[in-house]
């Protein structure tokens, strides 16, 4: 069987597309523990307490390694299936 141009060309972009998106959505899911942080800090003028402070910062620090692991992963998976497609699909 062999394809025509033009859809070698949808194949490719859309399976790209669908990498891309991939790729995407896990950032956007792992950057949601950012939003349960904000929703559950709240802002005081009096002063916090040590143990409430490292707890805090404790749950920024796993959000933001959270986002990088998503992140790193992700590149490391989406690139090659990218270029898997490039090179499948001639």
């Given at each position: 069987m062999?394809l025509?141009?033009?859809?070698?060309?949808?194949?490719r972009?859309?399976?790209?597309?669908?990498?891309?998106?991939?790729?995407?959505?896990?950032?956007?899911?792992a950057s949601q523990?950012f939003?349960?942080?904000?929703?559950?800090?709240?802002?005081?003028?009096?002063?916090?307490?040590l143990?409430?402070y490292?707890?805090?910062?404790?749950?920024l620090?796993?959000a933001t390694?959270g986002?990088f692991?998503?992140?790193?992963?992700?590149?490391?998976i989406?690139?090659?299936?990218?270029?898997?497609?490039?090179?499948k699909v001639?």
């Amino acid at each position: 069987m062999t394809l025509t141009s033009r859809t070698k060309t949808i194949l490719r972009w859309g399976g790209i597309c669908i990498v891309s998106l991939g790729y995407f959505l896990g950032l956007f899911i792992a950057s949601q523990a950012f939003e349960v942080f904000s929703e559950n800090q709240n802002l005081v003028s009096n002063p916090v307490p040590l143990n409430e402070y490292y707890q805090a910062v404790d749950s920024l620090a796993q959000a933001t390694n959270g986002v990088f692991d998503a992140a790193i992963y992700g590149f490391v998976i989406g690139v090659p299936l990218i270029l898997i497609i490039f090179k499948k699909v001639r």
